[in-house]
């Protein structure tokens, strides 16, 4: 069996302008391999690069160095190499991303924020939005706000759309950042059940969890992002 | 994947000793959203004239593929063939709705004109038309008789968007569509563009200096200074690591609500 996401040799810096020029090195030789229906959770020091490699493997950051292989398509492509269509054609299909914070839509409603990505994979806007109310319900999501736009929601609420937005289209690769930061007991075992039965169906999952609880329960193994010793 | 729906190569432009188009390239995609960032100055607005063929540039070719999958050079064409791609094919949406409308005739006349323009004569269906678009950019088809100069300045600039998507175009031109608009209306438009644009497959070129409405909107962004671009890409990508000066520049400068 061939990995899901490969990651090799990649490299990313930042050159801040705007500060006289000063650059720094937040990733360097970064490797990483995940396989369909594997669990890996970024582990290291806060500020070491987990949220830039996350960043990266999303497509967010461009990387300087290396290549981001991911099975797409039937094929491999390199998502560092990609052109803003072809991300957007692997966001759609392949590549999914669940981030801390819901990015608010004006007057898009919950059910539609998470529909949406249904909808763009050809799925019928009925049909999605069943999806998208199923998944709200079994978040705990009170029925009145699933038609609501998420603006006044509060954190946990507008995390759990994102969660609903992120697990709705089966993605074969999913990338989770502090997907349970924001919730409670009960709702930390509805996103531990996603993620088991995102793995289950085989898709290669890749995240940040504080929570050491939910990390050692979802995750198959660690990898560790060190911070590289100061280069300036 | 697809041909490029338009494709402009090393466009030059002098107004004086001012470079205002310094050797643009550019293309869109079919279904493509396009946001041409920049400042006061930069040259967005030039280009998107020079796109839509409105304006001349001193060198550099300007390509569009129809539907039949020909190739036309925009500025070789007729003034009449550019007329007719401006009817048939093409929208353009201006800043200020007074330069996109006619004022002296009704919301319903100014929506079918551009339906009779296209070659529609049945009165009936015109009417319908227009009313069925006057309802999709949320506006009351009841108030079809009345003349613009009735409406406010978001209602105006959204009747601008009914009368040039009645056609079907398969690429719409904006420049800075939601300038000059409160804030409240602007968000209004801005969604409902959106909606429009997905909903339609529009492939949409659009100039603006509001970052928010180019994050909202755009798939991929082309930041311009001096008539150059200096960065261009996935939309978030170009926000989130911006790598040229001038754009982190930009980008730092929004305000945070």
Redesign the interface.
Known sequence: MSAALEVQALAKG?????QGGIGFQVLKSEALAVMPGECVALTGPSGAGKSTLM?CLQ????ADAGRIMLAHRGGLTDLAAA??????EIRRETLGYVSQFLRV????SARDVVAEPLIDRGMAPEAARERATALLTRLNLPPRLHGLPPATFSGGEQQRVNLARGFAPDYPILLLDEPTASLDAANREVVIGLIHEAKARGAALVGIFHDIEVRDRVADRFHEILPLEDAA | ?SAPLLEAANLQLRFGAVRALDGVDIEI?PG?VVAIVGESGSGKSTLLRVLAGNMDADAGTVLYRDAGGEAHDIHALSEAGRRKLMRSDWGFVHQNARDGLRMGISAGGNVGERLMAAGDRNYAHIRAEAADWMARVEMDPARIDEPPKNFSGGMQQRLQIARCLVTNPRLVFMDEPTGGLDVSVQ??L??LI?GLVSQLGLAVFFVTHDIAAAR?LA??IVVMRHGRIVEE?????VL??P???YT??LV?SVLAA
């Open positions: 930042f050159t801040l302008h705007l960043r497509g967010n950051y461009g052109d803003a269509r072809l991300v957007r839509i004006p007057r898009v | 994947m995609f493509e968000a209004r801005l969604d959106r909202l798939h991929r890409g996935l939309a978030d990508r989130d690591d790598r040229h000066a982190q520049l730092s």
